[in-house]
C-alpha cells in the first residue's frame, strides 16, 4: 500500500448514499478541526480502542524519523469516546489529503452521547466515518511500551509541530469531554517524567 491513501479513499466507499454525513474523530480531530462542520456532539464507537501505533511523516515526523499518533486497534466490548461531526460531502476532499498518511475511511456506527437522554428516548446511533490506520499501511508502526512510545514522540517533530504537543492537546480535550483513557494518559505520564530530565 502506498504511504499516501488519498486516492484510495476518493475511490473506497461512496458517500453519495448519506443524505447526512457524520466523521467521529478520536485523536486530532477532536481537537484541531480546520474544516467546516455543520453539527458536533460528543459521542463514541464500540469495539476499537486508540493506540498510538500509527507513524507520521508528514504531521509529527518526517519519514527518516517518524513521530507517533493514534489510530483504532479493534478490541472486544472495548469503547472510544470521540467527538462527531456532521459535514458536508466537499469536506472529505480536505479530510482525506489530511489523514493521508496511511489512513483509510471506514463506516462505523457512532453512538452519540447518552447522559442527557430521557426515559422515553431512544438511543442515537447513526452510521458515518472514522479514519483508521490499519496494520497494513505503510506508515504503521505498531505495538510497543508506553515508556518506548513515549520516548518516541519527546524527540519527534514534524510540519504540524512537536509530536507531544498532540498528545497533551488530547489530553487536555479527553479532560474537557470528560473521558478517560489510560493508554494516553500514560503516554502523557511518562513525556512529563522525560520532560524533567
Ligand atoms: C482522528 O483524529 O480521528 C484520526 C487520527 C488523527 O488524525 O489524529
Not at 486530532?28 to 486508540?50: E, N, T
Not at 426515559?119 to 506508515?139: R, S
Not at 488530547?170 to 505520564?189: K, M, N, T
Amino acid at each position: 500500500m502506498s504511504f499516501d491513501t488519498s486516492q484510495e479513499n476518493k475511490s473506497r466507499l461512496s458517500l453519495h448514499s448519506y443524505d447526512e454525513i457524520w466523521i467521529f474523530g478520536y485523536g486530532s480531530l477532536i481537537y484541531k478541526v480546520d474544516f467546516p462542520i455543520l453539527d458536533r456532539k460528543p459521542a463514541s464507537i464500540k469495539g476499537w480502542q486508540r493506540r498510538f501505533w500509527q507513524g507520521s511523516h508528514d504531521h509529527r515526523g518526517t519519514p527518516e524519523s517518524p513521530g507517533r499518533v493514534l489510530t483504532l486497534i479493534e478490541e472486544g466490548d472495548s469503547e472510544c469516546a470521540g467527538v462527531a461531526y456532521r459535514v458536508s460531502h466537499d469536506v472529505f476532499e480536505h479530510l482525506d489529503y489530511r489523514e493521508k498518511n496511511g489512513y483509510l475511511r471506514h463506516e462505523i456506527d457512532i453512538h452519540f452521547d447518552q447522559s442527557n437522554l430521557g426515559d422515553l428516548e431512544e438511543p442515537e446511533i447513526k452510521a458515518g466515518m472514522v479514519y483508521i490506520g490499519f496494520d497494513n499501511n505503510a506508515a504503521y508502526l505498531g505495538p510497543a511500551s508506553e515508556q518506548e512510545i513515549a520516548q518516541q514522540i519527546h524527540h519527534s517533530i514534524g510540519p504540524s509541530g512537536r509530536n507531544d504537543d498532540y498528545v497533551f492537546q488530547l489530553v487536555d480535550s479527553l479532560r474537557a469531554l470528560g473521558d478517560v483513557d489510560e493508554h494516553v494518559f500514560a503516554i502523557e505520564f511518562w513525556l512529563k517524567e522525560l520532560a524533567k530530565k
